[in-house]
């Protein structure tokens, strides 16, 4: 099937990339697919999870891969033609990411029969001792495909293939100052695991603030008429004032367009709206179908058709992230394990959905151990949390 093609070759550049043999040209080509869209970036945070892929795997015991193959391509190709156009589109996103999971495990089940690996020590039983709160860490992708880790303390100069250079230092990367030629401008992505977090400073002296599970794409320098970025998942921004260049902060669902502003945007694929928190200046939000202007104090809800809702936003809530500290102001037990899951590398299951409105409101240090919070939400939403590795069953 010609459309779920791109798809088979991603598997194949994910396999070789967990294996640790991609070259240069095809790690490019990987980052560019998970930059293009905010899904891509989901299922790639999936495919990199131990736990996520070892489930998986297991699903494909006593299947014979070939067969389970083919189960796979039947059902995609059911899909009926005479959908809505963009009923089917997400039809096909959807059994074309599939693909990508089913095509990377069949793969990694070849691997297995062609060089299988030592028999493997018993594994450790993780504890909650083992679940840490996160740290400043993140990666950036240059605009050659070249990852550079980004780690606490880490101490470096980078420098991109357009001159750009860039410095990290106490946990921040710093890009200089740009040029004032034309030249087109690379490039690069700044991507924070679950568990991780990291401030960054553009050429133009905007200040960014990345929250856990996050990303932007940026130019490293800005010489056009507007300033444009790109960002998924939850970010603070102190935009530089330029009035002659408009910043644009562009979502999976919005344009945030700002002259001098700071401001909260929240866009995290698993979260119910797109939230934006303007602490000053001016900012307008738009939309495919609407748009509205935000005053110092206010915030607006952007559903996933493109409504959007204004309203006074709670700041001390919306920045608390940064601040180091969680808030949890009336808010429900399925909202906070949602946090907690990005900031702990941890993944909440719940065993009986009523619990997900069980509401709670208290306010903890970011960097307090997880055993603290689970039982001041044990006590107070009468739940229990059983855990399982890194997994914790709501009961």
């Known amino acids: 099937m010609d459309e779920l093609q791109p798809y088979f070759d991603i598997a194949e550049l994910a396999g070789k990339f967990l294996k640790g043999e ?10 560019a697919w998970i930059e293009q869209d905010y899904r891509n970036r989901l299922l790639w945070e999936k495919l990199t999870r131990e736990a996520y892929l070892q489930q998986q795997l297991d699903s494909f015991n006593g299947q014979e891969p070939g067969a389970a193959w083919q189960k796979l391509l039947s059902a995609i190709r059911s899909a009926p033609e005479e959908t809505a156009p963009p009923k089917r589109r997400r039809i096909m996103y959807y059994a074309a990411a599939a693909a990508v999971v ?3 495990l069949i793969l990694g089940v070849k691997f297995f029969a062609k060089d299988p690996p030592p028999p493997s020590p018993v594994a450790e039983v993780k504890t909650l001792d083992d679940i840490h709160p996160g740290a400043p860490k993140a990666q950036l992708v240059l605009g050659n495909g070249k990852v550079v880790n980004l780690l606490a303390g880490a101490k470096d100069t980078i420098r991109e293939s357009d001159g750009t250079r860039a410095a990290t230092e106490k946990n921040e990367l710093r890009y200089a100052a740009a040029s004032d030629d034309m030249a087109a401008p690379t490039y690069n992505s700044v991507l924070t695991p679950r568990g991780g977090e990291y401030k960054l400073v553009l050429s133009d002296g905007t200040k960014v603030w990345l929250n856990a599970a996050s990303s932007i794409r940026f130019p490293t320098k800005f010489n ?10 939850e970010a603070y921004l102190e935009v530089q004032k330029d009035a002659d260049h408009p910043f644009v902060v562009s979502t999976p669902k919005t344009d945030i367009t700002v002259l001098g502003t700071s401001f909260d945007v929240k866009t995290y694929a698993d979260e119910p ?18 748009s509205a202007v935000l005053e ?9 058709g493109g409504r959007i ?3 006074d936003a709670d700041l001390e809530e919306a920045l608390a992230w940064k601040n180091g500290q969680f808030v949890f102001q009336h808010e ?16 909440f299951v719940f065993k009986n959905t009523s619990s997900e409105n069980l509401h709670f409101t208290g306010r903890l240090d970011k960097d307090d151990h997880i055993t603290g919070l689970l039982k001041a939400l044990e006590a107070t939403c009468h739940v229990r949390f059983d855990q399982s ?4 069953t709501v009961e």
């Open 22 to 31: 991609i070259t240069g040209e095809e790690r490019a080509r990987l980052f």
């Open 102 to 104: 089913a095509a990377l």
């Open 224 to 233: 056009g008429a507007e300033r444009r970025v790109y960002i998924e998942g």
């Open 273 to 290: 709206y797109d939230r934006t928190s303007l602490v000053d200046g001016r900012v307008r939000i738009s939309t495919k179908t609407a």
């Open 296 to 304: 110092p104090g206010m915030q607006s809800m952007v559903t996933a």
């Open 309 to 311: 809702q204004t309203g």
């Open 332 to 347: 429900s037990l399925e909202s906070i394990c949602r946090k907690l899951s990005r900031w702990y590398n941890v993944d």
């Open 389 to 392: 590795g890194l997994t914790l």
